[in-house]
């Protein structure tokens, strides 16, 4: 489990929520919800430890914290940067061997796995500005097949792509966590939620509440 111990977020010293006190179940499908500028990337983000909180603390229980995968905001992302669709993608598999070293024949394998499995295994050698929205998330969704990591998180993985690339990557999240993945994701979809999530993180003005099943069916309570 991941524990959340009156645990304060916010940007340069500004909390944006009161204290959290929380957990999020191993191998469970949570979707952080709540209006924009709620603070659910911050949160996100606190979790993988790119945010350090304002006050309070999150623990992993044991083997909870052996990896964590991240899917940033394609807006946050420099699309201009000189590398192909492979090159990024195999950047997956760096937490485990290090940046200078050669990938071998496994990895190579995984690597076109992953890009097979996102249908853009045709794309390996293609520039990264040469990309659409849809095909850009699924690069990075194939980045984190590779990194195969109990904890997988994801900001706004349906941001700006098309219809057929949303439901191909919800039907790989699904698979995931039917594989003991622990996936927790920013949505804003709450239809999508109400039909898939298990668990839903709700942050609105502060308030942060956690529930269980789909969000209609539970009140936010603070």
């Known amino acids: 489990m991941i524990f959340f111990n009156n645990l304060v977020i916010g940007y340069q010293n500004s909390p944006v929520t009161e204290a959290i006190n929380g957990t999020i179940t191993k191998a469970s499908l949570t979707a952080i919800i709540g209006p924009n500028g709620a603070g659910k990337s911050t949160l996100l983000k606190s979790i ?8 309070g603390n999150i623990e ?12 940033p905001q394609q807006s946050n992302l420099d699309r201009d940067f000189p590398i192909d669709v ?20 496994g990895e190579i394998h995984k690597v076109n796995n992953a890009l097979q499995q996102v249908g853009i295994l045709d794309l390996k050698k293609t520039s990264i500005d040469q990309l659409s929205g849809g095909q850009f998330q699924r690069m990075l969704f194939a980045r984190l097949l590779v990194q195969d990591t109990p904890i997988m998180l994801m900001d706004e993985p349906f941001a700006g792509i098309d219809e057929e690339t ?11 966590h039917q594989q003991g993945k622990t996936i927790i994701a920013v949505l804003h979809d709450i239809s999508l939620v109400e039909r898939h999530f298990t668990d839903i993180i709700h942050i609105k003005q502060g308030c942060v509440s956690f529930n269980k099943g789909v969000a209609s069916s539970h009140k936010v309570h603070c």
């Open 48 to 55: 993988c430890g790119i945010t350090e909180p304002i006050s």
């Open 166 to 176: 949303q439901k191909l990557l919800l039907e790989l999240i699904i698979d995931l």
């Open 86 to 105: 492979f090159e990024v993608v195999s950047m997956g598999c760096w937490p485990r061997k290090g940046i200078l070293k050669r990938l071998t024949s």
């Open 60 to 71: 992993f229980s044991s083997g909870m914290h052996s990896g964590i995968a991240w899917l």
